[in-house]
């Protein structure tokens, strides 16, 4: 998260868009849980912090910020993708805020971005019933933007308009 929050810094003095991506398997499935419960409260404060300074980096960026998001996009990885601008999503793409099955919650601002972008209903299902959503359900309540075999092809296109 460090690297992440140094990169898109250096990168919004560019004030170039940007796509933020994973891999075939990832856009990202957020923080390890174990690490997380086992963090005293002065240092999950500061996990808390870095990752809203992250978000909201993400989020104020000078330039489009789209998400390519091939497969699991989960927990603070979700976050990560409700920062940015808009989100591409592969047909075999699932989102989700498991944390909640074993009582975490991110603290990053998904649990505000999430029902902007979805609504109350769909947001709940996710943060507090650990819903897991897959891609065409995610496009139906507005959580991607689109659905592409290959979502960093449309996201970099989606940025140059």
């Keep these: ?40 409260g002065p240092a999950a404060y500061e996990f ?7 978000m909201r980096l993400v989020e104020e960026f000078p330039a489009p910020v789209g998400a390519a998001i091939s497969r699991y996009c989960m927990g603070g990885g979700l976050d990560l993708a409700l920062a940015c601008h808009y989100r591409i999503g592969s047909p075999r793409a699932v989102f989700g805020h498991r944390g909640a099955a074993l009582g975490l919650i ?19 299902e996710m943060l507090l019933a650990a819903e897991k959503v897959n891609a065409p359900r995610a496009l139906q309540i507005g959580l991607v933007d689109a659905l592409a075999e290959d979502p960093v092809a449309p996201a970099v296109w989606q940025i140059r308009q």
Excluded: C, Y
């Design 1 to 40: 998260m460090v690297r992440l929050t140094e990169a898109v810094d250096r990168l919004a003095r560019e004030e170039q868009p940007l796509v933020i991506a994973g891999n075939d398997r990832f856009f990202s499935v957020g923080a390890e849980l174990g690490e997380i419960a086992a963090l005293d």
């Design 48 to 54: 808390s912090k870095m990752g809203q300074s992250l």
């Design 106 to 124: 991110t603290g990053w601002g998904g649990t505000q971005r999430l029902p902007r972008l979805v609504g109350k209903t769909h947001a709940l």
